[in-house]
T-cell receptor
């Protein structure tokens, strides 16, 4: 019963370095999301995917790229890290049933990945 | 621009007190959810409300969705230390598969 697993949990980067965060879910969910969480700002959507091979931009996509080559995996990439990307990143997934979120159609989150860019 | 504003941002109360957290927006949402997040973990869903004026109770927690579906509130009766955490509201416009989160309310309940 792993649910949503994020790796790595912690990472420190220098400005300009690149890295990839991996999100894996074992619930056969269609939809996957990447959020970043900063103090006083709640969760902001970076990119999301409504199915294998598809991606779309969220509220704050600049500086990030994503890929969904396999249904169970959603990768978030930083090509050239900047201090403004220091944050906690959360991946989430949900079933595709219906557009409107209901009690039976909820987001399952990973435990987060804390990224520090020096 | 944050679509969903929560107030207060921080709340520190003693065990047994009551409190209300507000979630406000100028947008209409087809559904609204409340999550609670503990340190080092992802948010966990508490409730979903979909009908304007709807009230849902979950033990000591009461959730209300505004009549116009633009705002919501979370009321906790007789708070306990176990209620400590970050409370997040999140709304769905129904036109896409996205959920927009509020700014969050950090609650601390002390003995």
């Amino acid at each position: 019963n792993a649910g949503v697993t994020q790796t790595p949990k912690f990472r420190v980067l220098k400005t300009g370095q690149s890295m990839t965060l991996l999100c894996a879910q074992d619930m056969n969910h269609e939809y996957m999301y990447w959020y970043r969480q900063d103090p006083g700002m709640g969760l902001r959507l970076i990119h999301y995917s409504v199915g294998e091979g598809t991606t779309a931009k969220g509220e704050v996509p600049d500086g990030y790229n994503v890929s969904r080559l396999k249904k169970q995996n959603f990768l978030l990439g930083l090509e050239s890290a900047a201090p403004s990307q220091t944050s906690v990143y959360f991946c989430a997934s949900r079933d595709a049933t219906g557009i409107i979120f209901s009690g039976a159609n909820v987001l399952t989150f990973g435990a987060g990945s804390r990224l520090t860019v020096l | 621009t944050q679509l969903l504003e929560q107030s207060p941002q921080f709340l520190s109360i003693q065990e047994g007190e009551n409190l209300t957290v507000y979630c406000n927006s100028s947008s209409v949402f087809s559904s609204l959810q409340w999550y609670r997040q503990e340190p080092g973990e992802g948010p966990v869903l508490l409730v979903t409300v979909v009908t304007g004026g709807e009230v849902k109770k979950l033990k000591r927690l009461t959730f209300q969705f505004g009549d116009a579906r633009k705002d919501s509130s979370l009321h906790i009766t007789a708070a306990q230390p176990g209620d400590t955490g970050l409370y997040l509201c999140a709304g769905n416009t129904g036109t896409a598969s996205k959920l927009t989160f509020g700014t969050g309310t950090r609650l601390q309940v002390t003995l």
